[in-house]
């Protein structure tokens, strides 16, 4: 399987660092909460966090809505946040929004857990096949309809550990 090389790491690197720059502009020194969706946030959240000077505090959650390369459109939340986000500033990040069904899905259920705010941070948007209406608020790059692996994303659980993002033709 050929992989092409669609965002190098320089220019991950760089635009990860902008976008921590500008949360940290934005909460200016207040406490916030980054939710990763795992697996393939983890990689993107880590050094988003790194970027952000302010105190950051981590959880996770496990959600599926995919099998193979194609969604399935039941989400299911396999491990909840650990600590509550009650009256906190959340900032919910993914690695990859498609159609969205899972975020708005993740959202809505966060939500209800009463947060003082909520914004998205995303490191790839592929608005060409969003089905659900989303207000992003930091995205690293929009891309086209391709499949891509690398940087947390994976094919199978496999591709996670590349230092950039490619894709598979």
Known sequence: MEINILINKSKLEK?????GKQIEKDYQGKELVFVGILKGSVMFMSELAKNVKSNVELDFMDVSSYQGTQSTGTVTINKDIRNSI????????EDIIDTGRTLTYVLEYLKQKNPNSIKIATMLSKPSRRVMELNVDYIGFSIEDKFVVGYGLDYNEK???????GYIE
């Not at 009650?86 to 900032?91: A, P, T």
């Not at 591709?159 to 993002?165: A, G, K, V």
């Open 15 to 19: 635009r990860i660092e902008e976008l």
């Open 86 to 93: 009650e009256g906190k500033n959340v900032i919910l990040v």
């Open 159 to 165: 591709y996670r550990n590349l230092p950039y993002i």
